[in-house]
């Protein structure tokens, strides 16, 4: 019997690893598997394995279990606390005007957030516009449920820039949604406020909804003006906000994100979490009241991810054939190998020969071919993060030549 059949169409094409091989970093146990036999710089998990809890937010959670406090639920939507030091954030960084018992909702994650976010507006054949390259669950996410997915190339030659002649060539009446990723995963792209302007009035005129993952959005180098889509004109009303604790504040296992967006959707939301995503972790939720209060121990982090960007743009762009440009954003860099060979074969040989898994630029997209994503701020160290750039440096100079 292949009860294989009996899976819905739209989870068909998903694998986990259990009967194929999955290069993706955070799909299966594969990856996490080669821990302690390479070096993992595959997964956006600031400084993993090593310890990065502070010791304020340290203290503040270990408190929270010492009540006992942490063995309950908090509601659905998230710690109102919580809530409201988020709303202080929105207002000063984001320039959003959010009522944090109408306009926020805490998820376990960006994840499930991102997922949660599409699933108020799509029904089955609806389209999704997604950049390409884009965060590879910005892809899947729609098709899981029901919609198609169309991608919209971003072109390398243009800097990634959204370009809205694109964008209009792939609208049709069935368009519902956009799904960005700002600052991008993978490019590091932080799109300028000219770009997100063309794109809020496209969205406008084709009445579309904007779903807007800005995981990265604390790590923006060179004095980038960052724009929040939802600040725009017009855009609150059409726009949900994908925020997470994970990247600026290197508080991954915490598994705290958070949804904003009008009391319009809000409502949808708060009416369906229980069902949906349930309750975020009660003392993670505690740590990251914390974290938002006190918020100085980023500036550290932005500090050694600008050290590590250097470190790559310098060791990479000394190999022959390999090419790289400065890291806009995030902790991660975007290299591309295409004049040496495919993207996959690469990977496979750097985990070989160098000892590092990284990720394969196929999994961002078709526009990803030919790249790799480096997470050059994993590890705790700074030398061991060169360490193990300079024998992925070393491998690819000597990567056999076709």
């Not at 590091?188 to 794109?199: D, G, Q």
């Not at 975020?280 to 600008?306: I, L, W």
């Not at 054939?321 to 040989?349: A, H």
Request: glycine share 8%; with cysteine.
């Amino acid at each position: 019997m292949d009860n294989r059949e009996m899976i819905s169409q739209r989870f068909k094409n998903v694998e986990g690893g259990l009967f194929s091989k999955v290069t993706k970093a955070d799909v299966g146990d594969s990856f996490a598997a080669m821990g302690g036999k390479v070096t993992l710089m595959g997964w956006a998990d600031p400084f993993y394995p090593d310890p990065a809890i502070p010791q304020n937010i340290l203290d503040t959670v270990i408190e929270a279990y010492k009540s006992g406090f942490p063995a309950h639920y908090t509601q659905p939507t998230g710690s109102l606390e919580l809530r409201r030091e988020i709303a202080k954030k929105l207002k000063s960084f984001n320039h959003l005007d959010a009522d944090p018992s109408r306009n926020i909702i805490i998820t376990p994650g960006s994840d499930s957030g991102l997922f949660f976010a599409m699933s108020a507006f799509l029904d089955q054949g609806d389209e999704v516009l997604v950049p390409d390259p884009s965060y590879p669950n910005n892809f899947l996410n729609p098709r899981l449920l029901g919609a198609i997915t169309v991608p919209v190339m971003l072109d390398a030659e243009h800097n990634y820039r959204l370009d809205m002649e694109v964008f209009e060539a792939a609208v049709t009446e069935k368009t519902k949604m956009v799904v960005l990723t700002h600052p991008n995963n993978p490019t590091t792209t932080v799109f300028s406020r000219e770009e997100l302007e063309e794109l809020a009035s496209f969205i406008i005129k084709h009445n579309l909804i904007l779903v807007v993952d800005q995981a990265f959005e604390d790590t923006v180098f060179d004095n980038r003006e960052f724009v929040t889509p939802a600040s725009l004109p017009g855009m609150w009303e059409r726009t949900v906000t994908v925020f997470s604790i994970s990247k600026g504040m290197a508080l991954s296992g915490f598994r705290v994100g958070y949804l904003v967006a009008c009391d319009t959707f809000m409502d949808v939301y708060y009416g369906a979490a229980v069902s949906v995503i349930g309750a975020a972790h009660t003392a993670s939720q505690t740590g990251a009241v914390e974290a938002f209060r006190n918020p100085g121990f980023m500036d550290k982090y932005r500090q050694c991810y600008d050290r590590r960007r250097r470190y790559c743009v310098e060791a990479f762009g000394r190999v022959p054939k390999v090419k790289i440009e400065m890291p806009q954003s995030g902790f991660f860099c975007w290299v591309d190998v295409r004049e040496l060979g495919d993207s996959t074969e690469i990977m496979e040989y750097i985990i070989r020969e160098a000892g590092v898994a990284v990720n394969d630029g196929k999994n961002y997209g078709e526009q990803g071919n030919g790249y790799l994503r480096i997470i050059d701020g994993c590890l705790g160290s700074d030398e061991e993060a060169k360490n193990a750039i300079d024998r992925i440096a070393e491998a690819l100079r000597k990567y056999p030549a076709k």
